[in-house]
């Protein structure tokens, strides 16, 4: 791999750390929301039926309300830059470039899913992205992050 190449690939995959971000905060807000529910609705942590206590189950409320921002923030942001990484995928003029890129990238997928959607080998579809990282490095604009 070139350092062109190298560096198209790092700004084409920077969404995938933000999405994988996002998949925690939504399990910890799952969290939250079952632990402020099975509070209010009267059972501890262990599972054991008790008196209802709505101060403890306010307390993951408003944890579970302040995570939803932070996830609304997040989410945001991610569509953002997966916005702008599809408008430069989208000037590839070679759709099986384009399709690869959009498996990868915006979808996060493996390079056996790819292969069985493309009914390529996947040793062929990793050949075609590294024509496609040639092709995208000069149309990316890396001050965008």
């Not at 008790?50 to 993951?60: F, I």
């Not at 923030?73 to 099986?96: A, C, F, M």
């Amino acid at each position: 791999m070139t350092d062109k190449q190298a560096a198209a690939r790092d700004w084409l995959n920077r969404n995938k750390g933000k999405h994988d971000e996002m998949q925690a905060y939504r399990m910890k807000l799952d969290d939250l929301r079952s632990r402020a529910n099975t509070l209010i609705a009267g059972a501890n942590e262990n599972k054991v039926q008790t008196q209802p206590d709505p101060k403890r189950g306010e307390k993951y409320i408003l944890a579970a309300m302040s995570f939803e921002e932070q996830l609304k923030q997040k989410e945001q942001l991610l569509q953002l830059s997966e916005l702008e990484t599809e408008k430069v995928i989208s000037k590839l003029p070679n759709s099986k470039e384009r399709t690869v890129l959009i498996y990868r990238y915006l979808c996060y997928k493996s390079w056996s899913y790819i292969a069985k959607q493309m009914h390529f080998a996947a040793n062929y579809c990793q050949e075609i992205h590294m024509d496609a990282l040639e092709h995208i490095a000069p149309l990316i604009d890396y001050t965008i992050t």
